[in-house]
Structures are given as C-alpha cells and as structure tokens.
C-alpha cells in the first residue's frame, strides 16, 4: 500500500485511461479525486471505489481550476501526486484546419495541463509528482491530427522544461505516452474509419495498430501501472522522461 494516505488528482478520470489510473491508486490505497467537464460519467466511476472521489472541472478554465483544487483540498488535503490526463483528438486534414481548430487542441491538451500543474504545484511544498499523459504523438508525427499532435509535441516540451526548473525540489514532471489504446476514444476514431473508408472493423483496427510491433492495442491499465510507478519511491530520480507504452512503437 505504497499510496496509503496520499491524495491523488487525475483529470479527465471519468473514462478510459484516465479511470484506470484512479483504480489502480485507489487499490494501492491512496485517496483520489477525479476531474471532468460531465458529472454522471464523474459519479458513475466513483461508486465503483470507495477510495474515489469527483469534481467537475473545465481544465481549460484557469479560475476553475483553481476553484476546484481549493475546494479538493480542503477536503482531502493538497494533491501530492498530479495526473493531467484529460485531452481530446480532433482528425482532420491540415489545408481544412482553421485557426479555431488549432486553438481547440491547444486549449484542452496544452493548457488544461499548464493550468492544472500550476495551480497544485504550491501545495506539494517540496515533494510530488507532476504526471502528464501525453501520447506517442509527443513522439512522432501523424497524418491528419496536426494540431493533437503539435499539442502532445508542446506537452513534452513544457514537461521538459519544469522537470529542470524543479529539478533540486523534491517534485518530479514526467510524461507518459501511450500508442494507440482501447478507450471510448479510440474506439470513436475506429467508427470514423469504418464510416469513412467502408473498412471493416478489423481493417480499421489494424490500421491503427499496424506501427505497433505487438500488433495490438495497448490496455490502458498498462499505462496506469506506468503511471505508479513514476509515482513511486523509487522513480525518485527519474524527471523530464517521456516513458513510452507502445509496445515498442518508434
């Protein structure tokens, strides 16, 4: 129960990674708060763990997240372990991108990170973990998702920067990058295909997992247990890392 007593906050917990990640620290014995902009989904997984509990919250929204960070903490005391996990992918090719578009993956993917790091950062008081779920697309380029991927490229980068600037403080920044992974997002991608291209859904999954060399999806209590262990005592050294779970994706 390496996480007995420790308060957890992962953003865009209501689903997929994001859920995964809530129940593995719950199940090691931390208390966790999830985030997200829709409460039933929010409620839906914190009766599933006596461990969990929810706040909505806007990520993109400075003074929300603020707000919503007092408000956990007073209850729960300040968040020593930080998962800014929510984001969203938008497909579409780069001549049909319009500013607004660009704007919306940097908002919640860039920004919903900056302002959640920033706002908890004081509370940790020389000790934490900052966490960001970033994506192979930190990594490498994808066709048709310029703006996911200049954003998840940005994340890194930000990561980077604050992992030295914090580096003789106790908290460490890391990201984690998952290949493809079976969530209500990807499966959503899948759909879009099949729509798409008239692909079946076999087709359409091996498109997407075709550039990882396991040739499947990643699960996404694989990257939860990525997650604590950067989380631990023993990634004590281990700040400005992108960790990669894409079964050896490159």
Not at 15 to 28: E, H, K, N, P, Q
Not at 156 to 185: I, K
Not at 187 to 205: K, L, V
Request: charged residues 20%; glycine residues 12%; contains cysteine.
């Amino acid at each position: 129960m390496e996480f007995a007593g420790r308060h957890v906050l992962v953003s865009g917990g209501g689903s997929g990674v994001g859920a995964a990640i809530a129940l593995a620290f719950a199940d090691t014995g931390a208390r966790v708060t999830i985030t997200g902009r829709r409460e039933a989904p929010l409620r839906e997984m914190a009766a599933r763990h006596d461990r969990i509990g929810w706040a909505t919250c806007d990520v993109t929204d400075a003074e929300a997240v603020r707000a919503m960070l007092a408000d956990v903490t007073r209850d729960h005391g300040a968040p020593g372990i930080v998962v800014a996990n929510a984001g969203a992918a938008q497909s579409k090719p780069f001549h049909r991108m319009s500013a607004d578009d660009l704007d919306a993956m940097l908002a919640v993917n860039l920004r919903g990170v900056f302002n959640l790091w920033q706002s908890a950062l004081p509370g940790m008081k020389g000790q934490g973990r900052l966490i960001a779920i970033a994506s192979t697309a930190a990594l490498k380029g994808y066709a048709y998702v310029a703006g996911y991927v200049a954003a998840k490229h940005a994340v890194l980068g930000l990561t980077r920067a604050l992992a030295l600037e914090l580096a003789q403080s106790g908290v460490t920044v890391n990201a984690v990058c998952p290949g493809f992974t079976e969530t209500p997002l990807l499966e959503r991608s899948i759909e879009t295909i099949m729509q798409s291209t008239g692909r079946s859904r076999e087709d359409a999954q091996r498109a997407l997992y075709k550039g990882n060399p396991q040739q499947r999806f990643v699960q996404p209590a694989e990257v939860a247990n990525a997650v604590l262990w950067l989380a631990g005592d023993g990634a004590g050294a281990v700040t400005g890392q992108a960790i990669s779970v894409s079964g050896g994706e490159t």
